[in-house]
């Protein structure tokens, strides 16, 4: 006889702020994915810097603010990285590998606007990202879905102590570490759409004009940040057209009669799921969802639409079934892992061993 | 018993000059092909309006040097397209497509330089191309690979008729007809270093540091032609660079004591080839092989390194065989299709069906 835990696997939009200034644009990111009635989580990493009124105004719209520290004395690496302190904001956005709460997240920097709902990202797989126009063999990391995993994040800063980042930033470290991208995957090449950056409007217009109506996501790449200017004519009409949207979403729910928390209460979907199994009632519990048996069981009856993996650990948290391992352990009977597509739900069985009922 | 004709199906590179000016873009294409020991056939399309002087420039670089005219009447749709003159230099290039003397071909454009051997190119299948950095979901049509067909040809005319061209020119046209690019096959983007345009230098600077050592084409977009430049201290340092490298292919054999016609014969390859049937012993003669015999026959050992497929064809020019037909016909035995890697040899076996030796 063993214990089980039965880990329900979230999935999140992350996204960073450094500044105060990127607080706002980290705002405008939570609310375009609500507006957009996204069912995913919404998280955001700060720098211990940000004010207490930026921190509490993130509260608002954030399911969870994570302060993320590179100098932590629990960064069993900082010692050493720290002869190289330009590589500091790199290390900052590379932490969304230890959210480890969750399966899978799409990042999105703060200065990006969603336009409609783009939750199919999650179909996707580590490292998917949309080119750069700069260097279109190189994807752009405004933009991109991973995988959390401490191992991937050890990697990460491994590589970066060894060979840095050819740009300073984080982009040259993750096309180095991620350096298949360009020829391996065609499904990891995000459309240009999901990561459209102002400046490919005036690039090549016509293909602005001929594709851009499709655009999902807009990223303000470069220094002319929205929260900068208010749209007030410096810019191409294009331009003060998506200034102007990002204001109208920064704007919408920062009146001073909007009751601060309404707007997450309103926009946010029951989290409450029911699970059932052959051996016991289960209700879904963020982030996790525990179910403790004394004795073997298969899963019977374990549905949700945003699940994209079942682990099953026992009471040391180690993993008792692992994609692949199927019927052959003898213990549990699962689906083959693989991808889900939009809408569709996994049914998992749950159910004795030795069936009574 | 039927008879048979053996065709040997070339590859090449092709380019295309609409003006006088283009003629020396076209020539160090050829010149830059050949200095880096390609042995594959090198073709220039020119319109009518180029000059006696500047042909006969192009004849000794070229293998073959094709007059196209968009108007001619043998184009059947041209009555239909008279409303379209703007298309004019689109249709011009698409001309390409007729180029059926050719199995495959890489088309380069005549502000292109080439950096290295580049024959690997051919590896690729149609339509290959890399990404513009303008839109990066679009490829950019100055360097791609493409399988000339007159089919195809007439389906991109009727393309252009219907749906016209988003940006007026070629590009336009040819990613709206191979639509699937972007998302479709990786193997059809090509690396942004085989048509690295010299604006990505500036647009993204580190990502040019780290990968642009490792350029193989390099395309002059946009209105500044090394031909209209002498490398005088007008662009960056690295566009001089490229301005000087173009100068240098320019001019290397364009002294007046350099006799004309030596480059050409000087760097091709002799283009001289056995080949060996167990019926008949056949010498290549370009650009069809003929093989004429009065009984059924299996290929016995004709190799040719360049070769990419090989269609048998009955004296009406029917084929007789098909990739994947293999055995089954019972007269003939062929290696099974697939694509060869560069270097590779192709063999092919020929002999009597009952043999005699």
């Known amino acids: ?187 990891k090449h995000l459309p240009f759409i999901y990561n459209l950056s102002v400046s490919s409007v005036y690039s090549y217009l016509p293909a602005f004009q001929q594709f851009g109506h499709g655009a999902k996501i807009i990223h303000f790449l470069g220094g002319d940040k929205p929260w900068k200017s208010q749209g007030n004519g410096s810019g191409s009409r294009t331009m003060e057209q998506f200034v102007s949207l990002w204001w109208k979403e920064y704007l919408i729910h920062t009146t001073p009669s909007a009751p601060a928390a309404q707007p997450k209460q309103e926009q946010k979907k029951p989290q409450q799921q029911v699970w059932e199994g052959g051996a016991a ?23 949700y639409h945003h699940i994209d993996m079942i682990y099953l650990k026992d009471c040391d948290r180690k993993p008792l079934w692992k994609p692949g391992w199927g019927q052959q352990t003898g213990v549990l009977l699962l689906l083959p892992h693989r991808k889900l597509d939009t809408n569709e739900s996994l049914l998992c069985i749950l159910k004795p061993k030795h069936r009574s009922m």
């Open 281 to 303: 009632q289960l209700t879904m519990v963020q982030p996790a969802l525990e179910l403790n048996v004394r004795k073997k069981i298969y899963l019977t009856a374990c549905m």
């Open 1 to 187: 006889e063993i214990e089980l835990l039965l880990l329900y696997l979230l999935l999140a939009f992350v996204t960073l702020a450094t500044t105060d200034s990127y607080c706002m644009g980290a705002t405008v990111v939570a609310r375009s994915l609500r507006r957009h009635g996204t069912t995913r989580h919404i998280v955001v990493m700060i720098t211990p810097n940000i004010s207490e009124q930026s921190r509490l105004a993130l509260k608002n719209v954030f399911d969870d603010v994570i302060v993320v520290d590179v100098m932590d004395s629990e960064d069993s690496l900082h010692l050493s990285l720290l002869g190289r302190p330009e590589l500091g904001i790199t290390f900052t956005k590379i932490h969304c590998w230890t959210l480890t709460q969750y399966s899978k997240c799409v990042f999105l920097d703060a200065d990006t606007l969603v336009l409609c709902n783009v939750d199919e990202l999650f179909e996707r797989d580590e490292l998917s990202a949309a080119p750069d126009p700069g260097w279109p063999d190189c994807f752009n990391s405004g933009v991109f879905v991973f995988r959390p995993s401490l191992h991937t994040h050890t990697r990460l800063l491994d590589h970066a102590r060894h060979h840095g980042s050819f740009d300073g930033g984080d982009q040259g470290l993750l096309n180095s570490f991620f350096s298949g991208w360009s020829v391996e995957d065609i499904s």
